[in-house]
């Protein structure tokens, strides 16, 4: 997986982080990490920090809709007390969840999948998202470009 990931983004370049992104924060758990890691000495970090932000915003706006248009549609038929107080819940805490474990691997993507079961608003999750990615992609790669790899 991780030979795949990194040939991705040797033969593609910055479209190739974009890719291995996008599939690591949908629904397939690819480890995107080390390829930016090594693509920090490489390309630009700001261009690399945009790519980076793209790839996994699209992958969690995959997820988003997973929750909300399939789980929610397929599964939840009438809106129970506990789901309607599960909702109350997430609606007051869930912002700051997705900012601080929407970039861990095996949290943060059944995380994004419950924002949309919940109906979280779009924006309000986007915008927490793709913030808890934003300091975590900024720290990959400084450390990235700190160790030469």
């Known amino acids: 997986m991780l030979q795949y990931v990194t040939n991705l983004m040797i033969d593609y370049g910055i479209l190739g982080i974009i ?16 390829a930016i890691l090594l693509a ?6 700001y261009t690399l920090l945009f790519a980076s932000l793209i790839g996994s915003s699209l992958g969690s706006i ?6 909300l248009k399939g789980i929610r549609v397929f599964f939840i038929k009438k809106p129970s ?38 109906r979280m608003k ?14 975590y992609f900024i720290v990959l790669i400084w450390f990235g470009s700190l160790f030469a790899f």
């Open 19 to 34: 890719i291995s992104t996008f599939l690591s924060f949908s629904v397939l758990p690819l480890p995107s990490d080390a």
């Open 81 to 118: 007390r506990k789901q309607k107080k599960a909702e109350a819940i997430f609606d007051r805490w869930g912002g700051l969840s997705l900012l601080l474990l929407s970039w861990l691997p095996f949290i943060g993507d059944p995380l994004i999948v419950i924002a949309g079961t919940l």
């Open 62 to 67: 995959v997820n988003y809709y997973i929750g």
């Open 122 to 135: 779009f924006w309000k999750f986007l915008f927490y998202s793709t913030l808890g990615k934003l300091w």
């Open 40 to 45: 920090a000495n490489y390309f630009d970090p």
